[in-house]
């Protein structure tokens, strides 16, 4: 594995990340999801299917008191355990080896204030060999993340996840089916010109009705430098396309 091993760091916040090109290397999904859902004081954490620990990491450097990141995937969860060892932020998380569908033994009911998760975008199709887990669901569907997260979060408490525009209808009926109300939503959009490529919600257990449509999150400028929007969020100084697809999606680490 350490041949494809490297060191890198979160825009945004400078922590050291350990990530694996044979596993999987977080992307620009993960981190505006880090930069998304709202934080209470001393928020209690849980991210489900945490890869190598983008979003947790992030979210605790906005603030969270405590991060609990769980992954059946052993080989990243390994890695987080280092970044958090670098990053000296052991009394801070917990990291967990486990399937989300065994949420019940891993924590409390009700013991979150935000569950966080990028689930796998696919559901069928092609598989690709890297990150297979990461991208499609092999061991946990989207409803797995909505029961996990309806178990873990307190009432009142907060469900965000990033996904793609085709299962947008898929994740709103889930959240109706396990109490989450969908109160916050932003389109992501590779150029102002091109279709969203993924969507941001916020969801609140027991929440009333209503939902507050943020402005689309354009991430390129015609010239290919990010706009203000993501450079407010990646706070770093080169902000010219990296290793991107076409839908706007760029690797960290590749």
């Known amino acids: 594995m350490e041949s494809s091993v490297r060191c890198d760091y979160l825009p945004g916040c400078r922590y050291k ?15 505006f999801l880090g930069h998304f859902p709202h934080l209470v004081r001393q928020a ?10 983008a979003i947790s990491m992030l979210l605790e450097s906005r603030g969270a008191a405590h991060v609990t990141a769980v992954d059946c995937n052993t080989q ?7 970044s958090v060892e670098d990053n000296m932020l052991q009394e801070k ?15 409390k009911p009700e ?10 975008y696919r559901n069928s199709g092609n598989v690709r060999q890297i990150g297979t887990a990461a991208c499609h ?10 029961q996990a997260a309806a178990y873990a979060v307190r ?5 965000a996840l990033v996904q793609l525009p085709e299962r947008f209808a898929e994740a709103m009926q889930l959240a109706f089916k396990y109490g989450l109300q969908p109160k916050k939503l932003q389109w992501v959009h590779s150029a102002i010109d091109k279709p969203a490529w993924i969507f941001l919600m916020e969801m609140v257990k027991g929440g009333s009705y209503g939902m507050d449509v943020l402005p689309p999150l354009i991430m390129y400028e015609a010239d290919g430098s990010y706009t203000q929007q993501v450079k407010n969020i990646m706070n770093k100084k080169d902000n010219k396309i990296g290793a991107g697809g076409a839908d706007g999606r760029q690797s960290y680490g590749n």
Not at 93 to 107: A, L, M, P, Q, Y
Request: glycine content about 8%; aromatic content about 12%.
């Open 93 to 107: 998380f917990t990291v967990v080896d486990g399937n989300i569908r065994s949420i019940k033994e891993i924590v």
């Open 137 to 146: 669901e092999v061991t946990a569907t989207l409803e797995d993340f909505f």
């Open 155 to 159: 009432f009142r408490g907060r469900f």
């Open 44 to 53: 209690k954490v849980l991210e489900l299917g945490c890869g190598t620990g």
């Open 76 to 82: 990243v969860t390994e890695l987080l355990r280092r």
């Open 17 to 31: 990340i350990w990530q694996d090109a044979g596993q999987f290397c977080f992307t620009t999904d993960a981190v």
């Open 111 to 120: 013991s979150m204030d935000l569950v966080a998760a990028n689930p796998p």
